[in-house]
């Protein structure tokens, strides 16, 4: 049975990286049937796709949040890793990772999300 | 961007009726790539239906899901007690975007 973990730092700083990792069990992101990937969800935006990637490496993200944005794999680990640079309040939320299917291409991401792993919490906080 | 405006914002119902929930597009989804999701207290969201109409694994089948275009609609029939949770809609028609929710209460 496909699992997803998630983990993060919990609190941060406004102008820190945040750095999350999502450990993935019962499926392999190394194999091209899905992509990966993370959602995340705040009270004031709601849920928000944020990025994905393939299992080749081509990487696909949100226009508003491509400019902070890292997406990554580590094969030899089965994980997928984002990072989000100078993060500030708004980007307090819960951050969730997800096996994505449907795909991606030039043209766009067409793409849902099931399942989702439990999420971590990520606060930022003066 | 396209966005997605899910109404009723609260439904109250009790078990056993009908709930029909609305998530209407800003323009017309391609493909009718339209997903909806159901989230309860503390836990992650669960996909349901992608595709407009098609189940996820495991979705029991008092779930439904039609419409195309801009017009879709979420339909649970013969409420569970455990159906009673935030329910919401996505677009994957080359961009991804969310619906703000409809709350399913007793």
């Known amino acids: 049975q496909l699992q997803l973990q998630e983990s993060g730092p919990g609190l941060m700083k406004p102008s820190e990286t945040l750095s999350l990792t999502c450990s993935v069990s019962g499926d392999s992101i190394s194999s091209s049937t899905y992509y990966w990937g993370w959602i995340r969800q705040s009270p004031g935006k709601g849920l928000e796709w944020i990025a994905t990637i393939y299992y080749n490496g081509k990487t696909y993200y949100n226009p508003s949040l491509e400019s902070r944005l890292t997406i990554s794999g580590d094969k030899s680990k089965n994980q997928i890793s984002l990072e989000l640079t100078s993060v500030t309040a708004a980007d307090t939320a819960m951050y969730y990772c997800?096996?994505?299917?449907?795909?991606?291409?030039?043209?766009?991401?067409?793409?849902?999300?099931?399942?989702w792993g439990q999420g971590t919490l990520v606060t930022v906080s003066s | 961007e396209i966005v997605l405006t899910q109404s009723p914002g609260t439904l109250s119902l009790s078990p056993g009726d009908r709930a029909t929930l609305s998530c209407r597009a800003s323009?017309?989804?391609?493909?009718?790539?339209l997903a909806w999701y159901q989230q309860k207290p503390g836990q992650a969201p669960r996909a349901l239906i992608y595709?407009?109409?098609s189940r996820a694994t495991g979705v029991p089948d008092r779930f439904s899901g039609s419409g195309s275009g801009t017009e879709f609609t979420l339909t649970i029939n013969r409420l569970e007690p455990e159906d009673f949770a935030v329910y919401y809609c996505?677009?994957?028609?080359?961009?991804?975007?969310f619906g703000g929710g409809t709350k399913v209460e007793i």
């Open positions: 996505q677009q994957y028609g080359g961009s991804v975007t």
């Open positions: 595709g407009s109409y």
């Open positions: 997800a096996r994505h299917l449907g795909y991606c291409d030039g043209a766009g991401c067409y793409i849902w999300f099931d399942p």
């Open positions: 323009q017309s989804v391609k493909i009718n790539f």
